[in-house]
């Protein structure tokens, strides 16, 4: 019972997948009937004729994946050395690296990337559970630095200093 | 000048100390990545472009080749010491090789893969140093019309070879094409799904793609699915061979060459059928047939060493058509036109040097492998320990590192919403490899496509007129008559037992299961399981 259940709802949230497509390639069509004639277009084929057939195989695609799925051949999600299926999604740890992602993308100009790299590194780790906080600030920062000497140094590719901008 | 004298060249150029540094650093990061979960050659290429633009092309190539055949060796060993195939090429090395493990043979099933991956590694590296010239000669003469044509080729091939699902893989290829569209258009220079915003009219950078699509798509994936019970790891002593491990080895490393670097070079190939076609060649040429399924040497041998023939014979059409047939190929692909440097038939000749010296460079890498691997097998064993939580920590660091040196902030962003996608990718089964091929290959196709209906002054039958485009969309209703037709027969004498069985019936069964898109691929692995 309880497996056929969650079988059901498995396949219902991949119905969400056809419709991602389905609306992929609606705006991949729509964007391409906008386009309009060139002066510059040369020989039969313009800019929108590619654009028209990728959004109308997308959606041809979406609609053979929803049939796919209603007839229950629902997808087998991908395996890995660190991937267990056996139990369900952990969405927690997943918002959790997401937060810490977009909260380095937003302070990484204003503080600086070693301030917010290690930042990084300390946030992921913890989501991924790790637990000894100082020891793990000590090596986000050490990587942190580390990169952003290595980056300016060595690659020569400019990375933001923020904070400790005039320090380094 | 013959390819012989080309190559003595070439091996100048691999030699200056700072190319062997950039050699042997690829060779080493290439292992130590590949041994590591979730991370592939694809990703640690595409994570490592961004940070190489300030370098000298050559070095960086050296170094993005010697990753490539690192990693390759690198995933054999995660396969043989738990059991767990890190892509679908080393499925059949896990089979043989876990079991050698587990019968405490690890050391010579390692060993048997080093040196396989040396010897297989050398002949079809070999193989591409003499092809590679003549078949760019042949294809100065491809016209788009043809060029077209072979790029519909291999995004039928990726969708219909690759993966269990063929819908799914025509999802991943929309995806990618779709993406690929994204900037101005390569002949009117029009903005297209741009939407007026600046960042976007020069198109999505690969690098942000690429690394969007694999690092960061896979630490949330991992992240959800997350195993906190510690993997049954094998230990590894010194790896030597017996004089019977040598006796039942080297025809299959051999074999199994032969086997790989021919698919590798098709552009409809790919690694894992010819892995499939020299398990089954093996088990029936072995001389104790029943040894397969308790850990036959030569079912690790033969897999391993097609596996890497068919990863140098995927550099063929990279380098002498600019056509990429795997993921990290599509990659490498990128890592060349970031230095302005487009493959293709006239690369030869316009940068001979570099060519010639990264060909060179893969012999070396060869070498490097052989001599590193040997004595380090104990040492990668342990890499299997790191902890999880710094490994997608420093994969996430790595990530951002790489995306915001390529496209600043607004490349972040992007990052993140590609790592989503490719979560979902990976929820819901959809392969990622032909998304990369068609965010390469899309461009390059639809100009080619444009170029041929130019010069046929709007005639569309100039896309099936030449000899070359008539065979090669010949081949392609073949293939897809035989994936979409062979599948139902192949089950129904399945199921019909004891009939039209040859000799060895599940060899049969497994070759036929793996050209048909390999669908079946468990039932397969489960069959072989069952020979315990």
Known sequence: ?168 | MDALSQLLQGFATAATPMNLVFAFAGVLLGTAIGVLPGIGPAMTVALLLPMTFGLDPTGSLIMFAGIYYGAMYGGSTTAILINAPGEASSVMTAIEGNLMARAGRAAQALATAAIGSFVAGTIATTLLVFTAPYIADIAIGIRPADYFAIMVLAFCAVTIMLGKSKVRGAAGLGIGLALGLIGLDPVTGQERMTYGVLELANGLDIVIIAVGLFAVGETLWVAAHLRRRPLDIIPVGRPWMSRDDWKRSWPAWIRGAFIGFPFGAIPAGGAELPTYLSYAAEKKLAKKPSMFGKGAIEGVAGPDSANNAAAAGVLVPLLTLGLPTSATAAVLLAGFQQFGIQPGPLLLDSEPELVWGLLASLFIANVLLVVLNLPLAPLWARLLRIPRHFLYAGILVFATLGVFSAGETFGLYVLLLLGLLGFAMRRFGIPLAPAIIGVILGPLAETQLRRALQLGDGDLSVLVTTPMSISIYTILILIVLATTLGGPIVRRIRRSKGTGHALVPEDKELAATAANTGTEDKAALDQVHQHR
């Open chain 1, 1 to 168: 019972m309880m497996q056929a259940a969650l079988q059901h709802i498995r396949g219902r949230a991949e119905l969400g997948m056809a419709l991602f497509l389905l609306l992929l390639g609606a705006v991949v069509t729509i964007d391409a009937a906008q386009l309009p004639s060139s002066f510059a277009q040369r020989g039969p084929v313009g800019p929108a004729a590619v654009p028209f057939v990728v959004g109308v195989g997308l959606i041809l695609t979406a609609f053979l994946l929803a049939v796919e799925v209603l007839r229950g051949r629902t997808a087998d999600p991908e395996e890995g050395e660190d991937i267990d299926l056996s139990t369900g999604s952990d969405w927690r740890t997943v918002f959790m690296v997401v937060g810490v992602f977009l909260a380095n993308t937003v302070l990484m100009e204003p503080l600086g990337w070693p301030i917010s790299g290690a930042l990084l590194f300390w946030g992921c780790a913890f989501a991924f559970g790790a637990r000894r906080h100082i020891r793990n600030a000590v090596i986000g920062l050490v990587i942190s630095f580390g990169t952003y000497f290595l980056f300016e140094l060595v690659l020569g590719l400019s990375l933001p200093g923020g904070v400790l901008g005039g320090v380094l």
